[in-house]
């Protein structure tokens, strides 16, 4: 069973506009939630988190969301710059990370 | 660099062949967990130490898979009897230990492994 879903596979972006990347999970005992970037050939970095307690977690460009009774959270960034473009995945946990099978982001000029 | 550090960062190997990789943890870090990634899916938890003690294993953890961490610091994890099924991306990642802002885990480069 999947318990965390990116539905968009992938997403195109001008640069200077918005990206937002959504994910759906399942289980309600989640508490803590983490994105991350991969580039290819590269292990995945640690992007931006945000506790259950939260709805909403900011970092420069990059803003995070959390809706916990529809199960969604959401990662914007704004503005999208080319060097954004990679493969983002939500990560509910702590102990063990529960990926999602990513969204792959392009951000074009 | 102290970052988290894997060795090799590609192995290529026949099926039956045994391969072991190596993870050096960030040296503050006590948790060390292992990964392992397949073409577009995310990475799936295998394992996870507190220091030297091994707390999780995934049922993906097969009898053939063991991962060890003797003193604490660098780890290994070790395949025996290599199937074609385990070619994959093999992550390693350390942090604090758990329980929300500051105990993010971080990844190393990963190791590719391909069995012919």
């Known amino acids: 069973d999947q318990q965390v879903k990116q539905n968009s596979p992938s997403l195109s972006v001008q640069e200077g506009r918005i990206s937002i990347l959504n994910c759906d999970y399942t289980?309600?005992?989640?508490?803590?939630f983490l994105w991350y970037k991969k580039y290819p050939a590269e292990g995945p970095t640690f992007l931006i988190s945000?506790?259950?307690?939260?709805d909403k977690n900011e970092d420069g460009r990059f803003t995070v969301f959390l809706n916990k009774s529809a199960k969604h959270l959401s990662l914007h960034i704004v503005p999208s710059q080319p060097g954004d473009s990679a493969v983002y995945f939500c990560?509910?946990?702590?102990?063990?990370?529960?990926f999602g099978t990513g969204t792959r982001l392009q951000v074009f000029p | 660099d102290t970052g988290v550090s894997q060795d090799p960062r590609h192995k290529i190997t026949k099926r039956g062949q045994n391969v072991t990789f190596r993870c050096d943890p960030i040296?503050?870090?006590?948790?060390l967990y292992w990964y392992r990634q397949t073409l577009g899916q995310g990475p799936e938890f295998l394992t996870y130490?507190?220091?030297?003690?091994?707390?999780?294993k995934s049922r993906l953890l097969s009898d053939r898979f063991s991962a060890e961490r003797p003193k604490g610091s660098f780890s290994t994890l070790e395949i025996q009897r290599t199937e074609q099924g385990d070619s994959a991306m093999y992550l390693c990642?350390?942090?604090?230990?758990?329980?929300?802002?500051?105990?993010?885990?971080?990844f190393g480069p990963g190791t590719r492994l391909t069995v012919l």
């Open positions: 040296s503050e870090h006590n948790r």
């Open positions: 990560a509910p946990g702590t102990d063990k990370l529960i």
């Open positions: 945000i506790s259950s307690i939260k």
């Open positions: 289980n309600s005992m989640f508490d803590y």
């Open positions: 990642a350390s942090s604090f230990p758990a329980g929300g802002p500051g105990s993010e885990q971080f």
């Open positions: 130490f507190q220091n030297e003690a091994q707390l999780e």
